[in-house]
């Protein structure tokens, strides 16, 4: 999948919004947050994923002469405003927490500093590459969790909705944790694992199971997985599999990597017999994977029911997310640059709804870590600049129910930013690790967060709190809107 020039993904109004800047000489820098709201499938946490498709995004965001054409064959746009269009090129700044991290709502993902209608430009692309990506990720680390260090493999090409979140989605779910993935163009991109066996399909072709079993582990001796259950999983599948494991031992053929696939059927049932089938054939060392409708809950459920499955094929909910099926990140204006002083004056959204109301001001996050089990005590949202000493006491205090606050004893912690320089003046200057080397980050990175946060009923919440000064800028604009209202 080459890189696609993707300047005109973009909703329309972005386009009709950034004319109207330019026929009214805005040119002022803005900042813009991209943030989530609640984490998906009520759980815990998140896991960032997207950046580095964000990086060639903004790489080759052009508007081609064809693109023009077309924009100019709307009737909506001007010439003088097509002619802006025609040498654009992205010249701002993007800050970015990077991808494998956890992460948790409100605080931003990603951050724009940019001339208005750069910032405004990037908006619908940015948050449907991030919110997809986040969104496999943070559902694979789930899945991921629930095998308890059993291998997951990503089968949900056939599945996702479209050829790129069919590649994407593989890539995500590798950065969640999966060992492999079925895409084979995935595979190939982003120098990932492929891993697969056969379908039904294989053992209806021969003329009787044994023989298509046989056929195979002829051409596949080294990684020999066998699917049982065609016909009858327990009096022919499996008698079947260990006729062929047999006659390969005594072929003096070295047995690993091997075993047997279930695809459906009562899992757990199933896999307790074949187990002790397999033992009793003296193959203890052969795998039993599973497939079918696979998810974190299931899995969970079959691991404490003592199936004997060491290794999980997971696909349409994976791919999908079925449960959750969007991560519901927004793009929030934060800031507006006063030309004179570059100073930067916060900007505020009101709702109805007190979790809609936005973080002002140019910010960045900080991690607070518990030094002793390295463990996250909470993320704390402060404004560009601010210096925290882990030597000296800090209250944090929960931005929504203010009374909830709680001390953390100098010494006790330590600190660690998160948001990072991706672009800076339309430059990229980060370079994305690998798929392989972000899903150790990301490994890594769940082992920060503490299992009551992991848990899938009622997890632990980390707090997101606002600095102090923070807090007060937020406060201010809040009261002062307030009481505008009221004249």
């Not at 900042?31 to 759980?43: L, M, S, T, V, W």
């Not at 791919?319 to 969007?326: E, F, G, L, R, V």
């Not at 430059?427 to 899938?456: G, H, L, N």
Request: a negative charge; aromatic letters at 10%.
């Amino acid at each position: 999948m080459s890189t696609m020039n993707l300047t005109l993904l973009t909703d329309f109004y972005e386009l009709t919004m950034m004319q109207g800047y330019f026929k009214n000489h805005t040119t002022e820098v803005v900042i813009f947050d991209a943030f989530y709201r609640r984490n998906p499938c009520d759980g815990g946490y998140a896991i960032a994923a997207g950046l580095d498709q964000v990086i060639d995004y903004i790489e080759n965001l052009s508007f081609s002469p064809d693109d023009i054409s077309y924009l100019r064959s709307l009737n909506t746009f001007d010439e003088d405003f097509l002619d802006y269009l025609s040498t654009f090129k992205f010249t701002g700044d993007i800050y970015a927490i990077p991808e494998g991290t956890v992460v948790f709502p409100r605080e931003p993902l990603l951050k724009v500093v940019a001339p208005i209608m750069e910032a405004q430009l990037v908006e619908t692309a940015l948050l449907t590459i991030i919110n997809h990506q986040s969104l496999i990720a943070t559902k694979a680390a789930r899945v991921v969790y629930a095998a308890k260090g059993d291998g997951i493999m990503e089968f949900g090409l056939r599945r996702a909705q479209g050829p790129d979140a069919g590649v994407y989605g593989a890539r995500a779910a590798m950065i969640g944790g999966c060992v492999g993935t079925s895409n084979v163009l995935a595979g190939q991109l982003f120098d990932v694992p492929v891993k697969g066996t056969h379908a039904h399909s294989w053992i209806m072709s021969f003329p009787d199971e044994y023989t298509a079993f046989k056929k195979y582990a002829d051409l596949y001796p080294d990684a020999c997985c066998l699917l049982v259950d065609t016909y009858d999983t327990i009096k022919s599948g499996v008698p079947n599999a260990i006729r062929v494991f047999t006659e390969m031992r005594e072929a003096g053929i070295p047995l690993k990597n091997y075993g047997i696939r279930l695809d459906s059927g009562d899992l757990a049932y199933m896999s307790k017999k074949a187990r002790k089938m397999l033992d009793d054939a003296g193959f203890e060392d052969a795998f039993i994977s599973a497939s079918s409708d696979l998810d974190e809950y299931l899995i969970e459920s079959l691991k404490s029911q003592g199936a004997k499955i060491t290794s999980w094929g997971v696909g349409t909910n994976l791919i999908t997310s079925k449960d959750c099926p969007a991560f519901g990140g927004v793009y929030k204006l934060a800031a507006i640059q006063d030309e004179e002083t570059g100073e930067f004056i916060p900007k505020i959204k009101l709702s109805e709804n007190t979790e809609k109301i936005t973080n002002p001001g140019n910010k960045t996050i900080f991690r607070i870590y518990d030094k002793e089990t390295g463990k996250i005590r909470a993320d704390l949202i402060a404004l560009v600049g601010e210096v925290f000493d882990d030597k000296k006491d800090m209250i944090i205090f929960d931005p929504l129910e203010t009374w909830k606050k709680t001390k953390i004893h100098g010494g006790t912690y330590v600190l660690k930013e998160l948001l990072i320089p991706v672009f800076q003046k339309g430059k990229c200057v980060y370079s994305s690790p690998s798929v392989m080397d972000i899903q150790a980050f990301c490994r890594r990175e769940m082992d920060t967060i503490w299992d009551e946060t992991k848990r899938f009923v009622n997890p632990h919440d980390v707090y997101v709190d606002l600095s102090d000064k923070l807090y007060k800028i937020k406060a201010d604009l809040l009261e002062k809107m307030s009481m505008d209202a009221l004249k």
